[in-house]
RNA sequence: GAUCUGUUAGCUCAGCCGGUAGAGCAACGGCCUUUUAAGCCGUGGGCCUUGGGUUCGAAUCCCAAACAGAUCACCA
């Protein structure tokens, strides 16, 4: 623990006044709010008789002391409201220590007070609660950044340092409104997208997060135990093979909101643990996906944004369907000028060096596709973008392409330059499925610490059959930071994974 | 993993041609009964991230470490 500094004991000393007064910092018993600052500030001016009693709750952000009286700034949830506050009101009779002991020389910003009266506009037109009833509800002990917002809308002293505000991100939420904004929006987009889902009738399910197998997805796990099996598990790193079993077994429609754990670097758009909606819809192919995918964008980025655009890295984004359709071959054609279409591998190893992109023996023509894609393509790709047709190789649980030899049906959706969905339509062949698994198994044996792991099970639920399927996996956190206009994933989690530090 | 930048009071920052620390806000003590980034007067507050080195002397120069940010690399 560290020694406690000037303001730390202040406001220890200040508590334990308090205490001497006969008050209890930190009541038991719960105060019965009726309002809160959003309400009166939307309502109060038509509706002002329903004002004329009410009774608030929040953390003093700010007190003007004027003598006899002082405003104060009182901080909940829908933001700030001030108060007003006479000592002759709140002390009526001779006993005037709750006011100038209580009040004037033991409160701090930060504290949590209730307060009841009514509601008015001060001579400069400020809305105001005019207090008849004070009550201390939790004394705070460390004092906060006092951010201060004058009239031209400049904010003074931001508390601004990343590594303050994600550590402790309690002091961001309390002192950056905006930041708490960021977490309001990101919960709604979320619950519209469910709402879109359930409207249409598919299901949300849970699957196993610790997992024997590490399927579904191309990364390195984190490894745990289970004591009393004594058998190694995994947190997933992709949900994919479970939610397929459901549609095994007979749901027509199944998604999962839910986090994946993946144990590889981290920078302003990976975290070690990411949120992702995955969902598969029995009957459908990747076409229908871009269409479902469109209305979905559509209707969650105008019920969250107001609007159907937003604002992003100084690009105006529009989610209007049909958003733009180009195959990955066609792509690298149109944006890098360069015809991919029958050349070989070697071929395309050379337009790579060319191109100025590191290429070594272990790529195939797959990989080299690709490269080339995300060096050419990728950065273009501003307005949401579906690319479509990708190389089988890298991805083995997609359905063979019905018509374009070498190329499964995947869509990737592209927005702001990052890719924002990734769809199939789902391999449901059996036999197909167990040989690109024994691909993978020859990748691993080369020493490909990415390659998917054989899962019998799910082979076998294959077997089974499975009808028809278009699956589709949506990065949450990166929509959130579209719909947010961030540019750090670290600003659209509430605790973003942070290195201890020593001490 | 690589490179660059940062780390000084509770917060935001200055000081960095080496002479053991400053401002604003916050805190503390005053004055003011409709103010508003309130104001005015006064007072305290710091292992200058950590560890080495150079030097008579280091917040300042050098080396290393920790953490963070940015740019790469890898990936969603």
Redesign the pocket.
């Known amino acids: 623990m560290h020694?406690l500094?000037?303001?730390q004991i202040?406001r220890r000393n200040?508590l334990n006044e308090i205490l001497a007064l006969g008050i209890n910092p930190y009541p038991a018993e719960a105060f019965d709010v009726t309002t809160d600052s959003g309400a009166i500030r939307a309502r109060f001016d038509t509706e002002p008789d329903q004002f004329s009693n009410v009774s608030i709750a929040g953390r003093l952000m700010?007190?003007?002391?004027?003598?006899?009286?002082c405003?104060a700034e009182l901080q909940d949830e829908k933001g700030r409201i001030?108060l007003?506050i006479?000592?002759?009101e709140i002390c009526p009779g001779d006993d005037k220590s709750l006011y100038d002991q209580l009040f004037k020389?033991l409160s701090?910003?930060g504290d949590f007070f209730g307060a009841r009266g009514y509601v008015?506009?001060?001579?400069?037109?400020?809305l105001?609660i005019?207090v008849v009833e004070l009550r201390l509800l939790s004394k705070s002990l460390h004092?906060?950044?006092?951010?201060?917002?004058?009239?031209d809308g400049k904010v003074?002293?931001?508390?601004?340092?990343?590594?303050?505000r994600?550590r402790h991100r309690y002091v961001d939420l309390i002192v950056n409104p905006q930041v708490r904004e960021i977490f309001v929006r990101r919960s709604h987009m979320i619950q519209e997208m469910r709402n879109f889902f359930n409207g249409r009738g598919w299901l949300e399910v849970e699957t196993p997060v610790l997992q024997n197998i590490h399927g579904g997805?191309?990364?390195r796990p984190f490894h745990t135990h289970h004591n009393a099996l004594d058998i190694p598990l995994f947190l997933r790193i992709a949900n994919e093979l479970y939610l397929k079993r459901l549609i095994v077994g007979g749901y027509s429609g199944v998604y999962e909101i839910g986090k994946m754990f993946?144990n590889?670097?981290m920078?302003?758009?990976?975290?070690?643990e990411?949120t992702s909606m995955e969902i598969y819809v029995a009957y459908k192919d990747y076409l229908w996906m871009m269409d479902m995918v469109e209305d979905l964008l559509e209707y969650v980025v105008e019920k969250v944004c107001g609007t159907k655009q937003v604002e992003i890295s100084g690009h105006s984004i529009r989610f209007v369907k049909p958003f733009r359709r180009i195959p990955m071959l066609d792509a690298i054609r149109e944006f890098g000028g360069l015809e991919v279409e029958g050349k070989t591998e070697a071929e395309l190893r050379i337009l790579c060096r060319q191109a100025n992109i590191?290429v070594d023996a272990s790529m195939g023509w797959g990989k080299l596709i690709d490269e080339l894609f995300s060096e050419l393509v990728e950065p273009h790709l501003i307005q949401p973008t579906y690319i479509m047709d990708y190389p089988l190789e890298m991805t083995p649980l997609a359905k063979k392409h019905r018509s374009k030899d070498g190329l499964v049906e995947r869509f990737e959706l592209y927005v702001n330059g990052?890719?924002i969905a990734?769809a199939y339509t789902e391999l449901n062949d059996p036999l197909d499925q167990r040989q690109r698994f024994e691909e993978q198994l020859k990748l691993a044996a080369r020493g490909d610490e990415?390659a998917m792991a054989m899962d019998e099970d799910f082979l076998l639920a294959l077997e089974y059959g499975m009808p028809p399927t278009s699956g589709l996996g949506i990065?949450i956190?990166?929509l959130a930071m579209l719909l947010t206009g961030q540019?750090?994933?670290?600003e659209v989690l509430l605790f973003?994974q942070?290195?201890?530090?020593?001490v």
């Open positions: 020694p500094s000037e303001q202040v200040a700010m007190i003007r002391d004027m003598g006899k009286a405003f001030q007003y006479k000592r002759e020389r701090d910003i008015f506009r001060t001579k400069v037109g400020e105001s005019h004092p906060l950044p006092v951010v201060k917002t004058d009239a003074h002293d931001a508390f601004t340092d990343p590594e303050q994600y997805a191309a990364a993946r590889e670097g920078d302003r758009t990976h975290n070690p990411f590191q990052k890719e990734n990415e990065g956190d990166r540019e750090a994933i670290q973003p942070m290195k201890p530090v020593t």
